[in-house]
């Protein structure tokens, strides 16, 4: 194989949106068509018989994810248009065999992808003895958001066999090229595709990329590590990070007091603290650091535990803001100083520097568990906490979120709905 292929992944659950989809990355030139395992799961083998009716020129990959019954289902899908076929390099030997035969029958070939293959070169080999057309080298979704890369893999099976071998997992216009360096024939592109406002540009600068080997920028941001929470949070909404959490996170009754525009993102350094007792708060500031929010449990208190004064020295040390499950006073200061600030109440009345409670503690916050150094976002919906642990996925997958709406977005631009681009109907429960 001397050219090197691309491939779109439609890894979409409705078939109008794939075609579409489909349409707008042939029109960029895009080589392959794949029938992602989500539309084969939603829309079944007619879906693969739509892409072959409207694209006969165009080789149809059906990503089956096959671990059983592998004969049938290659007969299925080739039945049904498909050329290339994909099944899993966790299945059995007899599996494959089959798999094989079936494509021998009926005149298909066979892709083996080799995600979750715990010796994936050492299984390459053996699947390249077995007469399979094609090795993947995958790295899941999943996996992307905690920062799984294919290019290490990549490189040691494209060595070991002498049959091409794809590539797929969070590729994109910048990063083709380097699997193609690391001996990718066939380059899958999922995200960075069908997710762009603009696909025929998206998919036009991946076959750039790939044909001239330099990377091409991408309207799709990559997926970050633990050193880039910070840009990565500021980059979404805290509906997006909620969505991305399962609606996990997200604070009840805070609410926010800041100008149109402002954000807050931070590490949490935690307060708590009784009615009215603004001595922790205001001495939490001491021990906080540049970057942190402080965040205060006052018992969703209404005698104020926080003002202007506590602000400004916040202000003086870059800290980026605070959220009191309590009360606030000096709103007006507050909001003309530009200091991000979220709370249950406001109450000009302030109580005493009594000095009861603790800093650092696990404390809860608008009905959520809140330790030193979760993440803390908060925007004009709200604020959402993300526990440390589970920062960088939950940044990705917010990116993530976001991108898929800014698509969406798009389509109901072109003179959609939300209810049709979703299909809202089909999914109702019944």
């Known amino acids: 194989m001397d050219k090197v292929i691309t491939q779109v992944a439609l890894d979409l659950a409705d078939a109008p949106r794939a075609l579409q989809i489909a349409r707008e990355s042939v029109d960029g030139g895009i080589d392959w068509l794949e029938a992602g395992t989500p539309l084969i799961k939603s829309e079944g083998m007619d879906f693969i018989r739509q892409l072959k009716a409207e694209f006969p020129d165009h080789p149809i990959v059906a990503d089956m994810k096959t671990l059983d019954v592998g004969g049938l289902e290659v007969e299925m899908a080739t039945k049904s248009g498909a050329e290339v076929i994909t099944i899993m390099g966790m299945s059995e030997d007899q599996t494959i065999t089959e798999d094989l035969k079936s494509a021998s029958q009926y005149g298909s070939k066979v892709m083996v992808d080799l995600m979750g293959v715990k010796d994936p070169v050492s299984r390459a080999e053996q699947l390249a003895e077995m007469g399979v057309h094609y090795l993947c080298v995958h790295v899941s979704i999943d996996e992307q958001m905690v920062g799984g890369n294919p290019m290490e893999t990549l490189k040691g099976v494209s060595e070991a066999v002498d049959i091409p071998v794809a590539v797929a997992g969070g590729l994109n216009s910048e990063t083709a090229p380097l699997a193609v360096e690391n001996g990718a024939s066939i380059i899958i592109v999922g995200g960075a595709i069908i997710k762009a406002a603009d696909v025929t540009k998206a998919t036009r600068n991946i076959v750039l990329s790939v044909t001239e080997l330099k990377p091409v920028a991408s309207e799709l941001y990559k997926k970050y590590g633990p050193e880039e929470l910070f840009e990565a949070f500021t980059k979404v909404?805290?509906?997006?990070?909620?969505?991305?959490?399962?609606?996990?996170?997200?604070?009840?009754?805070?609410?926010?007091?800041?100008?149109?525009?402002?954000?807050?993102?931070?590490?949490?350094?935690?307060?708590?603290?009784?009615?009215?007792?603004?001595?922790?708060?205001?001495?939490?500031?001491?021990?906080?650091?540049?970057?942190?929010?402080?965040?205060?449990?006052?018992?969703?208190?209404?005698?104020?535990?926080?003002?202007?004064?506590?602000?400004?020295?916040?202000?003086?040390?870059?800290?980026?803001?605070?959220?009191?499950?309590?009360?606030?006073?000096?709103?007006?200061?507050?909001?003309?100083?530009?200091?991000?600030?979220?709370?249950?109440?406001?109450?000009?009345?302030?109580?005493?520097?009594?000095?009861?409670?603790?800093?650092?503690?696990?404390?809860?916050?608008?009905?959520?568990?809140?330790?030193?150094?979760?993440?803390?976002?908060?925007?004009?919906?709200?604020?959402?906490?993300?526990?440390?642990?589970?920062?960088?996925?939950?940044?990705?997958?917010?990116?993530?979120?976001?991108?898929?709406?800014?698509?969406?977005?798009?389509?109901?631009?072109?003179g959609s709905t939300l209810s049709q681009v979703l299909n809202v109907e089909k999914w109702e429960k019944k």
């Not at 009905?367 to 919906?381: A, C, S």
């Open 237 to 414: 909404s805290t509906p997006n990070i909620a969505d991305a959490m399962h609606e996990q996170g997200s604070m009840s009754g805070i609410q926010p007091i800041l100008n149109h525009g402002t954000k807050m993102v931070g590490r949490a350094i935690t307060v708590r603290t009784m009615d009215g007792d603004w001595a922790k708060p205001v001495e939490a500031v001491d021990k906080a650091e540049k970057g942190d929010v402080i965040v205060i449990d006052a018992g969703k208190g209404d005698i104020a535990v926080w003002g202007e004064l506590a602000s400004w020295s916040c202000k003086q040390k870059g800290i980026t803001g605070v959220v009191i499950d309590g009360a606030i006073r000096d709103v007006d200061e507050i909001l003309d100083m530009d200091f991000p600030a979220f709370a249950r109440h406001k109450r000009s009345a302030a109580g005493e520097p009594k000095g009861f409670g603790e800093i650092g503690a696990d404390i809860v916050c608008g009905g959520q568990p809140v330790k030193d150094g979760d993440w803390i976002v908060g925007d004009e919906t709200g604020v959402v906490v993300v526990p440390q642990k589970d920062a960088v996925e939950i940044a990705n997958r917010a990116l993530d979120v976001m991108e898929r709406e800014n698509r969406i977005r798009e389509e109901i631009q072109r």
